[in-house]
């Protein structure tokens, strides 16, 4: 099961199924110097990105073998930097289970990122709905 990691605790959302987008190198498009993560080049793309039926697959794995709460989509940095992110969230919807996307909200401008943000459970939408990050310069 290459894309998925844990169950491991959460305190705000309990035990979290982590979904990986990017197993094999760090991809994210900042370089933070609190970065938990290996130090790795910036990046604006998720080289070789996994097939959606690929992580789909390790997913359905995940669900006969743990217990789980959430499922959280990472990619070992920025997984709004993969490029099939639409696709997996519509799938992903299909497990009825909460989903959440860890971002460091960077791509909020960019309106495909916000039409997938807007597949995400009605809770979740109050963010934008409050916050506007569309509207930011
Ligand atoms: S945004 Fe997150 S993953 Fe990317 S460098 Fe900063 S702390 Fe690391």
Known sequence: MKYIFGPISSRRFGMSLGIDLSPNVKS????????????GEK???????????DIIND???????FQFDVLTITA???????PYLDE???????????????????TINNPQIQQI????PKKQ?????????????
Do not use: A
């Open 88 to 106: 997996l969230v519509d799938k992903l919807q299909t497990f009825n289970k909460k989903l959440l996307i860890l971002s460091n909200s960077s």
């Open 28 to 39: 994210c498009n900042f370089d933070c110097i609190y970065c938990e993560l290996e130090k």
């Open 43 to 53: 990046t604006d793309t998720i080289k070789n990105p996994p097939q959606v039926e």
């Open 117 to 120: 943000l807007m597949l995400l």
């Open 59 to 65: 997913v359905k794995k995940g669900f006969e073998k």
């Open 125 to 137: 939408k109050y963010f934008l709905k409050q916050n506007q990050p569309h509207l930011l310069h």
């Open 76 to 82: 070992n940095g920025e997984p709004t930097l993969y």
